[in-house]
């Protein structure tokens, strides 16, 4: 009897779970439906299946996005960005979790508080600074993830260390391996699981700033986010075209969740619980 | 210096050149610039509090900080409610809980700024549509009031992030030992009594990260407000983060502009190291 209840309740929060799930993908199934629809189809309804199904929106918003160069564009970024972010974020982990200076705690102390500070209460002087030294370009915006993104992940890596034993250090210095060889043959491959995690935060983050990008790239050197706002802008209540526009840019990150969803979940649970 | 000295320090150039050029010294910078009449290109004089005078006698910007406090307020309860809920949901033993998972999880993946043009169809286009069959007004016309505006970033921000947070619950909730609730089911524990004094108490670490990270992210949020509805109408939904970035970059008031960032930066700090403070608290004594 009670057994009968228990599933019986676990039946209808399965039910219910499904129709939240329904719910929290139907603005991607009206973006996708619409996108198909002709411009005089989405002024009949938005709700239903298109009349006929066109691809040509797709089409027309791939060129105009000029999507392969803004997708690019976005993978040099984010992918440069973070390479750098986890080889000299991992290398400072280290060196402060080693250290037990007092200096070393207060450069600890000033990486994490660091992360207090808003983006938008530096963004004015930053982007001054940098135009006025003339880096207001791929390059110095490589160099400005390197500068917000750093903090969080000397965090993780610093948490990372303690499960590194010192033991590892001693006997690689015993063998005549310097510090940097040391750190990159030994160390560094045994943090590889923090690696994947920083790397997972920095990509999503990244991939889809749009502000700071905004503010130093050219159009020419657009990433999508910053493409798709001008694209938007370009196309307002032109919405067959939008959406397809939207639902082209949002498929590499969809395809890149499908394979790595585990990690993914996983990554994120792990930076935010830190 | 010793050889370990020197090497500590290569360690480090690299981060200390970064959060150095990149964060502390405009930071320092932004200070300095907030007291002087500073154009972005040079300052010509310090104007000592002017600035600050000016900003809290501006309707537009106060409007702003009371519309983000709002937003916040209302958004840190909502995210957290709904973290937990789907937490709850997706934790229990039910076939789809992957499945769901990554549902709820999906739209954090993608940025604010789509997300929120996609939204901007969907309170139109769909909302519009709404209206007119089941003929209920109030589906019209949500993104053209600033009250309805209000709730559309509220929808927006909730359904974009709540999977976020029901990632930081789970992995608390996952902890939970099976038995203490099973020998709690066994000594006749109701489903609340379960949850009030079992579940709760352990999940508790999970509120202060919780509250900490939806509280900034609220205060901080700017792409979903720019992609949603630009401030709209008459500059009525626009927050601080966006009034910052057009007193900038569309007026070209910098010190001005960066009188305001300094007043947000005070208020983003204070909010955050005082909820970390109390939340501390409470779980000692707990």
């Known amino acids: 009897m009670k057994k009968n209840n228990e599933k019986r309740n676990l039946i209808s929060i399965e039910v219910f779970g499904l129709l939240l799930g329904l719910l929290w993908i139907a603005p991607f199934y009206l973006m996708i439906v619409n996108a198909f629809k002709t411009k005089r189809d989405i002024f009949t309804g938005v709700l239903g299946f298109p009349e006929e199904w066109i691809t040509g929106n797709f089409v027309e918003a791939f060129i105009d996005l000029e999507f392969l160069k803004s997708l690019f564009n976005s993978i040099l970024i984010t992918g440069l960005s973070v390479g750098i972010i986890i080889i000299f974020s991992s290398m400072a982990g280290y060196a402060l979790a080693r250290n037990k200076s007092k200096l070393s705690a207060v450069m600890f102390f000033v990486f994490v508080a660091a992360m207090l500070i808003p983006f938008q209460s530096v963004m004015i002087p930053l982007v001054a600074l940098f135009g006025q030294a003339g880096m207001l370009n791929a390059g110095g915006l490589i160099f400005m993830y390197l500068g917000f993104g750093c903090s969080l992940s000397i965090f993780l890596y610093h948490g990372a260390m303690t499960g590194v034993s010192k033991s590892m250090d001693e006997a690689a210095i015993i063998d005549g391996a310097n510090r940097f060889q040391l750190f990159w043959r030994i160390i560094f491959p045994l943090l590889k699981p923090i690696s994947v995690t920083v790397g997972i935060l920095n990509v999503i983050w990244i991939w889809n700033d749009y502000l700071l990008p905004s503010l130093v790239l050219s159009e020419a050197n657009a990433t999508i986010p910053l493409k798709m706002f001008f694209f938007f802008g370009q196309y307002t209540k032109q919405w067959h075209l939008a959406l397809a ?12 969740y499908f394979f790595a969803q585990k990690q993914i979940i996983a990554g994120v649970s792990e930076g935010a619980v830190k | 210096m010793s050889n370990r000295t020197l090497s500590f320090w290569l360690f480090l150039t690299p981060v200390v050149l ?10 320092l910078y932004g200070l300095v610039y907030s007291f002087t009449d500073w154009n972005g290109l040079r300052a010509e004089s310090f104007i000592g509090l002017e600035n600050y005078i000016r900003l809290f006698q501006e309707d537009e910007f106060m409007q702003a900080v009371w519309f983000t406090t709002k937003f916040a307020f209302v958004g840190v309860l909502l995210l957290n409610l709904f973290g937990l809920g789907l937490a709850l949901i997706v934790t229990r033993n039910i076939k789809s809980s992957n499945l769901l998972r990554t549902v709820f999880f999906m739209p954090n993946l993608i940025g604010g700024l789509i997300l929120g043009f996609i939204w901007q169809f969907i309170f139109i286009s769909v909302f519009g549509d709404i209206s007119g069959l089941t003929g209920i007004e109030g589906f019209n016309g949500w993104l053209s009031t600033a009250n309805t505006g209000f709730w559309g970033i509220v929808i927006l921000t909730c359904w974009q992030m709540a999977g976020y947070i029901m990632i930081i619950y ?17 000594d006749g524990a109701s489903p609340f009594q379960r949850f009030k004094n079992i579940t ?13 990270l939806t509280l900034s992210m609220s205060f901080k949020i700017y792409d979903q407000n720019l992609s949603l509805t630009n401030g709209g109408p008459a500059d009525q939904t626009q927050m601080v983060a966006m009034e910052i970035v057009n007193t900038a970059f569309s007026d070209n008031d910098m010190a001005y502009a960066q009188a305001k960032a300094v007043i947000f930066f005070l208020i983003v700090s204070v909010v955050a190291l005082t909820q970390v403070y109390y939340n501390k608290k409470r779980e000692v004594e707990m």
């Open chain 1, 245 to 256: 526009g939207l639902t082209i840019a949002i498929i590499p990150v969809i395809i890149g």
């Open chain 2, 170 to 186: 789970i992995a608390y909730l996952e902890n939970i030992p099976k038995d203490l609730i099973e020998a709690a089911k066994i």
């Open chain 2, 18 to 27: 970064g959060l150095g050029i990149v964060v502390v010294i405009p930071f």
């Open chain 2, 200 to 212: 709760f108490p352990l999940v508790a670490p999970a509120f202060t990260i919780s509250m900490f």
